[in-house]
């Protein structure tokens, strides 16, 4: 599931630790092996998650740089033609940080507005506006700059 045998062995080990202190939880309604795997399978998609956001915050930083560089820029018909297929344009969604998609998606494709947002999230109107904002400037990076930037 990891395609890493260093993650993999971690996530076992982790697995094991919670079966052995969460076994007084096992209600024996399934076999113990089972339960186990399920421990571990869940263990797998925990790492998976981190990983990916992990790798997310890290391409958003890259990103943020290129614009801070005042040479920097993109062509605009690139960006144009990328945003005519439904498939590049999710790819490109979901190479933003979890925050910056939300922002996004809910106020660039669903027409919320930044406040209610704000209040969805429980984040300041602030913290959302720089959410926006970068994540619009990472999606059409990602977009003028095609699959390298994928995830």
Same mark, same amino acid.
């Not at 260093?6 to 919670?18: G, L, M």
């Not at 820029?73 to 998609?101: C, F, I």
């Not at 999606?139 to 700059?145: D, G, I, K, N, R």
């Given at each position: 599931?990891?395609?890493? +045998?260093?993650?993999a062995e971690d996530? =076992?080990q %982790?697995? &094991? *630790?919670?079966a052995? &202190?969460? $076994?007084?939880?096992f209600?024996?309604?399934? %076999?113990?092996?089972?339960?186990?795997?399920r *421990?571990? *399978?869940?263990?797998? +998609?925990?790492t998976?998650r981190?990983?990916?956001?992990?790798?997310n $915050?890290?391409l958003?930083?890259?990103? /943020?740089?290129l614009?801070?560089?005042p040479?920097?820029t =993109?062509?605009?018909?690139?960006v144009?033609?990328?945003l /005519?297929?439904?498939?590049v344009? $999710?790819?490109?969604?979901?190479g933003?940080?979890?925050?910056q998609?939300r922002? &996004? =998606?809910?106020?660039?494709?669903?027409g919320w507005?930044?406040? /209610?947002?704000a209040?969805?999230?429980?984040?300041?109107l602030?913290? &959302?506006?720089?959410h926006?904002?970068?994540?619009? +400037?990472?999606?059409?990076t990602?977009?003028?700059?095609?699959?390298?930037?994928g995830?």
């Amino acid at each position: 599931m990891l395609g890493d +045998q260093a993650e993999a062995e971690d996530a =076992v080990q %982790d697995s &094991v *630790i919670k079966a052995l &202190v969460g $076994r007084e939880k096992f209600r024996g309604e399934a %076999d113990a092996c089972s339960w186990v795997q399920r *421990i571990c *399978i869940n263990t797998c +998609q925990d790492t998976l998650r981190r990983r990916n956001s992990t790798q997310n $915050r890290d391409l958003a930083l890259r990103r /943020e740089a290129l614009w801070r560089d005042p040479a920097y820029t =993109v062509d605009p018909e690139r960006v144009a033609v990328a945003l /005519e297929d439904a498939r590049v344009l $999710r790819r490109a969604l979901s190479g933003l940080t979890p925050a910056q998609n939300r922002a &996004v =998606v809910l106020h660039d494709i669903e027409g919320w507005t930044e406040r /209610e947002i704000a209040e969805l999230a429980g984040l300041p109107l602030a913290t &959302v506006k720089s959410h926006l904002r970068r994540g619009r +400037q990472a999606l059409v990076t990602a977009l003028a700059e095609g699959a390298e930037w994928g995830p």
